[in-house]
């Protein structure tokens, strides 16, 4: 078979035009790359692909053939047969009490022609508030100054947050991933680059929260601490080294003189998240013994296996195992408890997490699912005007023939693990659900090929969780945007999320309030963009500049753009334009939930994140001006109630 059909078969696009204008037509070499790091995909004969059952619709598949009439067919989920039928026509109509879950759905014709498929039973639309309109206060973690932290933003620093949150109005707190790294690579502590996204990093530990821990118990912590607090930049590596010592200390008092209450909690937790957590620990400790990518690790365990996973659990190596869990339990119930303040404190939505796009090739996810995520796939972006070479994210994504070989279990497993604690998760570049651009590793960015992605079947499972959770599902659509993707997101209740800074139409005007969709969160700007403090002085331009980067504008595109938000915010009978006066155009918009940025709030100049660099700029190292407990002081709170009172909790209309 050809490439081009191995690449049919496959769903891979290895000819397209890119946003320049430019057929893209991937090289052989590296088209034959991209196909050998895919799994084997299933062409089915009976149906289209994975079915998926929207409950309270008058559900029916079409067939794509029925072969010798009557056709059979069999649900099945758990190993239990959960319903069955036959049909004579090329349809099939599904029973109305139908489980929602992810099951197998066999189908046999009258001479034995039989396949096996996944099967989705989701409710109609994910979860969508019960709320009008809100805000949210967005927050780098890490970046939180206080009098008592080791260094970072911890989940007591969450706490803190929440609580000035409610004071200020808003209906949560909004913040980066919170998904485990690499412990013994500190320096790499971009939260959108993570081990796993099944677990928490526990970097935002509060060590002294926990029980067990006393202060005798690592002597020099309290002076080392205040020493880590000092400077603009979180010191990640004696950070965590003085965080771990911590860890270890509490856990080792833990073992020796825990309650039975504690030890019976902690003992249900890892029952709770059996068997991804036993796995996760047993991955850690090799990790750490082995020193090396998994793929180099001794034959027996490049593969996750049960039986090798339960000798080490059980071997020298248990206490190991166990410390591991015991810092993603505290992690857990540190995250756990903030959730429980917020919903204490009548936020309507609590936290609001991010949820990376893929994940290191060397990590646990990428060890544990080989099927579903291919370590020799990275998952980037075609040349487009900003990034004319392409772009390559360095990070592994699912795959379709894994995840549906799987029933999708493993994405459901991802999006369960990031709304455990959430009550509205981002899902960052959703346009990923549909198709990937994937660039083979050894090749350049501009020599990858798009991926199509089962869209209607990860919908299905985004709607189950959000639905099971109670999480709202935010996609950031943002980029070239296929031709009614949006719409079918929206058909299934994923919000969209909408940026102001890129809503501008091709004369470099703004939109109007009435151009912002109802179900979507709208933000003045993210974490890779500039600060409104920054934007407004030209210093992201003056940086980028100072960087060797291309900053995407001049000083006089700048001025235009200055211009045009005048003239947008006086169409609205606003005559100033600080901050409070955009804020106050954006809580009009009829988008259900507005992000406000803390570095916003504070007159932060400087960017959290400046894509394309490593570094040449400190990304995700930077602290804000000001302790916790002074926020409130240097927030002009009147200004900015009155510019969300439409919205607010407090005040609000």
Not at 561 to 590: K, M, W
Request: charged letters at 20%; proline letters at 6%.
């Amino acid at each position: 078979m050809d490439l081009l059909a191995q690449a049919q078969i496959k769903g891979v696009q290895s000819e397209f035009v890119d946003a320049l204008g430019k057929l893209r037509v991937t090289a052989p070499e590296a088209l034959q790359s991209i196909l050998d790091a895919l799994p084997e995909k299933r062409v089915y004969r009976f149906v289209g692909g994975p079915v998926v059952v929207r409950a309270l619709r008058h559900a029916r598949t079409e067939l794509a053939a029925i072969g010798a009439p009557p056709l059979k067919w069999g649900i099945t989920g758990n190993g239990n047969l959960i319903a069955q039928g036959e049909t004579r026509e090329p349809v099939i109509a599904w029973p109305a009490d139908l489980p929602l879950g992810y099951h197998r759905l066999t189908l046999t014709d009258a001479e034995g022609a039989t396949e096996d498929v996944p099967m989705i039973v989701a409710p109609e639309r994910a979860f969508g508030g019960d709320f009008d309109r809100g805000w949210l206060l967005a927050v780098q973690l890490y970046s939180i100054r206080s009098d008592r932290n080791w260094g970072i933003g911890d989940f007591t620093d969450l706490a803190g947050l929440v609580r000035l949150a409610k004071q200020l109005g808003a209906d949560g707190v909004g913040l980066n991933p919170l998904h485990v790294l690499f412990d013994n690579h500190p320096a790499d502590c971009s939260p959108y680059s993570p081990n796993s996204r099944l677990f928490l990093n526990p970097l935002y530990i509060d060590v002294e929260a926990i029980p067990e821990y006393s202060a005798d118990l690592v002597p020099d912590a309290t002076a080392t601490a205040a020493r880590l607090r000092d400077g603009d930049r979180v010191p990640y590596a004696d950070m965590a080294a003085l965080k771990w010592l911590g860890l270890r200390a509490a856990f080792n008092s833990f073992v020796k003189s825990a309650s039975g209450v504690r030890r019976n909690q902690f003992d249900a937790f890892r029952a709770e998240r059996a068997p991804l957590l036993s796995r996760f620990a047993c991955f850690e400790v090799l990790r750490h013994r082995f020193t090396a990518p998994w793929w180099e690790w001794p034959v027996e365990w490049q593969q996750p296996d049960e039986a090798k996973c339960a000798e080490l659990r059980n071997g020298p190596d248990r206490h190991e195992v166990e410390f591991v869990e015991f810092v993603q339990w505290t992690a857990d119930s540190q995250l756990h408890a903030a959730k429980e303040l917020a919903g204490q404190l009548g936020m309507r939505v609590g936290l609001y997490l991010d949820v990376a796009v893929g994940v290191q090739s060397n990590g646990f996810d990428a060890w544990n699912e080989q099927t579903a995520i291919s370590r020799h796939l990275a998952v980037g972006a075609p040349p487009d005007v900003l990034n004319t070479a392409g772009q390559d994210w360095g990070l592994a994504g699912f795959n379709s023939g894994g995840l549906e070989a799987q029933s999708f279990v493993p994405f459901a497993d991802m999006l369960a693990a990031s709304m455990r604690h959430a009550g509205a998760i981002r899902i960052d570049h959703v346009l990923g659900l549909k198709r990937l651009y994937l660039v083979p590793r050894g090749f350049k960015p501009d020599n990858g090929a798009y991926v199509q992605m089962p869209f209607e079947a990860l919908l299905g499972a985004i709607a189950r969780e959000s639905a099971a959770h109670k999480c709202i599902v935010i996609g950031e659509d943002l980029g070239t945007v296929p031709e009614g993707f949006r719409e079918t997101m929206q058909d299934f209740g994923i919000w969209s999320y909408l940026v102001m800074m890129f809503e501008r139409d091709d004369a470099g005007h703004f939109r109007n309030i009435d151009f912002y969709r109802p179900n979507a969160l709208v933000t003045l700007n993210t974490h890779d963009l500039c600060t409104y403090a920054g934007w407004r002085s030209f210093s992201d331009l003056r940086m980028k500049l100072s960087l060797g980067l291309d900053p995407g504008e001049d000083d006089q595109a700048r001025w235009n753009a200055l211009g045009a938000l005048d003239e947008i915010l006086r169409q609205n009978g606003i005559t100033a334009n600080d901050l409070y006066s955009v804020l106050g155009f954006l809580s009009r918009t009829p988008s259900r939930l507005l992000a406000v940025s803390l570095e916003d709030l504070l007159g932060v100049l400087d960017q959290p994140n400046i894509p394309g660099t490593i570094d040449e700029h400190p990304n995700w190292r930077q602290r804000l001006p000001v302790t916790l407990d002074k926020i409130a002081s240097k927030i002009d709170l009147a200004a900015l109630k009155a510019a969300t009172r439409e919205r607010s909790l407090i005040g609000g209309s």
